[in-house]
């Protein structure tokens, strides 16, 4: 989905949130209006009826003309602004009425609407901290300033009354904000499943026709590289080539039909050294020192030997890719008390961008001007295949950590 329309989905939300928010507004001050000052006085009291205070009916000339000034901002796409105007005007209309009524008056302190708490619990519909709590700021505030003017503590019912209502509300937005982030989390996961499906399906109809050729094609190579001795330098970069193609169909190839993991119990020592043997090459040609420092202590594990192998291989080849200048690649496994042992891979690299973090793993992600985007990808599955987990810490310019937790039992 591009920014455009996600732009235009949040922006028509917010405009539907805002006016079930004023309506709200709107209905109850006016139903509270006609029963406290008018139905009450006549049925209950015998008295005769009619709005009091300072302002009162000038509160509804004001409140209705906020009506085409919310118009005019929600038409320049000022749709956040509104509500902090109602806010802002209802609160000061109210404060500065208290303060001119009881100023000076020795009767009981009485005031506030059901509009007032209206406001304070409608405020979690937008799903937003910063104005859940200028509601709440706002709201204690207005009592506050009325209490100090008019030397009156009858303020702290009212004030004890919203902070009560306000943590219910707050409740209540920590709610929609946590359905909200399930929603979008199952959301994104089966995108990821529905991108996981496709690959699995090209992976499935063309890997195998794939790597047939390519077999073929490599075992011509090296006959023509043993015949014309002369262009050894072509040959070896036709190879490399088709060796390079060759390992892309091989991370389709985990990605696609699902196969049983064949577990076994292994040294997952022997395993690195095997991986850094046929690394190490590559990591010299690249003035990269290679070096290992493997727990002793650790048991043997029960692990899928081959896919280890790829998923350490992968994040070698990452660590070396990110190291042009050269630099020392570390690899460390350590024994955890319990049931799991790490892996980790230290490079000192040009690190990751803090933005391209939560990216890593996304299908065909890749920062690489050759790169495919699979390598972590399939390193990922394997490691969950092995109920482990896999965590990446980077520093811009620093380098990167990979630290890949397995259980030693499966």
Not at 18 to 38: E, G, K, M, P, Q
Not at 76 to 88: D, Q, T, V
Not at 101 to 125: D, K
Request: charged share 20%.
């Amino acid at each position: 989905m591009n920014k455009e329309k996600l732009d235009s989905m949040l922006q028509h939300e917010e405009r539907r949130a805002l006016l079930a928010y004023l309506l709200s507004f709107y209905i109850t001050l006016a139903l509270y209006d006609v029963f406290y000052y008018y139905l009450y006085p006549i049925f209950i009291l015998k008295t005769e009826p009619g709005l009091i205070g300072p302002f009162s009916y000038w509160n509804y000339v004001i409140f209705i003309s906020l009506v085409p000034i919310s118009y005019l901002l929600a038409k320049r796409n000022k749709l956040h602004a509104i509500k902090y105007l109602y806010i802002l005007v209802y609160m000061g209309m109210t404060a500065l009425g208290d303060m001119i009524m009881f100023s000076g008056e020795s009767g009981e302190y009485q005031s506030g609407n059901v509009a007032e708490l209206t406001l304070l619990l409608f405020s979690p519909i937008f799903v937003n901290n910063r104005f859940y709590w200028t509601v709440t700021a706002v709201s204690l505030l207005r009592y506050l300033t009325v209490g100090i003017v008019i030397e009156s503590a009858a303020v702290v019912i009212p004030m004890a009354i919203i902070s009560i209502l306000s943590v219910i509300a707050y409740i209540f937005m920590k709610r929609f904000s946590s359905y909200i982030f399930a929603l979008t989390s199952i959301h994104e996961k089966m995108r990821h499943k529905e991108k996981l499906a496709f690959i699995g399906q090209m992976a499935a109809s063309i890997g195998h026709e794939i790597k047939n050729p390519l077999a073929s094609l490599k075992g011509f190579t090296q006959l023509q590289k043993e015949k014309y001795e002369d262009d050894q330098q072509y040959f070896s970069i036709m190879e490399q080539e088709i060796d390079r193609i060759n390992s892309i169909v091989n991370d389709l190839l985990v990605l696609g039909k699902p196969r049983a993991v064949q577990f076994q119990r292994k040294n997952i020592n022997d395993i690195l050294t095997y991986v850094i043997s046929i690394t190490e090459q590559l990591a010299r040609q690249k003035g990269i020192t290679l070096t290992a420092d493997l727990d002793e202590n650790i048991p043997p594990v029960v692990c899928d030997e081959n896919q280890l192998k790829q998923a350490f291989i992968n994040l070698i080849k990452n660590g070396v890719d990110s190291m042009s200048d050269g630099g020392l690649l570390k690899v460390y496994s350590h024994y955890h008390t319990g049931n799991t042992l790490s892996v980790s891979f230290v490079d000192q690299g040009c690190g990751i961008e803090p933005s391209n973090m939560e990216r890593l793993f996304a299908p065909f992600y890749t920062t690489k001007i050759d790169g495919t985007g699979l390598g972590l990808m399939v390193t990922k599955k394997i490691v969950e295949d092995h109920q482990g987990q896999i965590k990446v810490d980077s520093e811009l310019n620093k380098g990167t950590k990979v630290d890949m937790i397995l259980p030693i039992e499966q």
